[in-house]
C-alpha cells in the first residue's frame, strides 16, 4: 500500500485548507485511514481516523468541530478538511493506515503504512 497526500500550504488564522491521501496498492475494508501530525520538537499526535469499511470519524478533542474527515472508497482517498485553523495548528501533517483496523486507532505505532507527510503553517 503506497500513500500520497497533498494539500498543505501556508495559511492564516481562521483560514481553512483540505488534505488528500489518495491509497494505491491493496487496501481492504478492514484498513483505519488516519492522519496524525508532528510540530517541531513534539511527539507524532493523533488528528482523526475513519475504517474503509464505514462508520464516523474519530477525532482528537484539539481538532474536533474543526476538522473533518472523509472518504471516497471508488477513488481509494480519504480528505481532511480543516476549518478555523489555528496557529498550534501548524505541523507536518501525516496519513498512515492500520491494516488491521485495530482499537488503537490514536497510537501512531498501531499503523503500518504511511504517505510522505505535508506541511501546514498557520500565520497568527
Known amino acids: 500500500v503506497q500513500l500520497q497526500a497533498s494539500g498543505g500550504g501556508l495559511v492564516q488564522a481562521g483560514d481553512s485548507l483540505s488534505l488528500s491521501c489518495a491509497a494505491s496498492g491493496r487496501t481492504f475494508s478492514s484498513y483505519t485511514m488516519g492522519w496524525f501530525r508532528q510540530a517541531p520538537g513534539k511527539e507524532r499526535e493523533f488528528v482523526a481516523a475513519?475504517?474503509?469499511?464505514?462508520?464516523?470519524?474519530i477525532y482528537a478533542d484539539s481538532v474536533r468541530g474543526r476538522f473533518t474527515l472523509s472518504r471516497d472508497n471508488a477513488k481509494n482517498t480519504v480528505y481532511l478538511q480543516m476549518n478555523s485553523l489555528k496557529p498550534e495548528d501548524t505541523a507536518v501533517y501525516y496519513c498512515a493506515a492500520d491494516k488491521y483496523g485495530s482499537a488503537s486507532y490514536n497510537i501512531f505505532r498501531a499503523y503500518d503504512y504511511w504517505g510522505q507527510g505535508t506541511q501546514v503553517t498557520v500565520s497568527s
Open positions: 475513519i475504517r474503509w469499511s464505514g462508520g464516523s470519524p
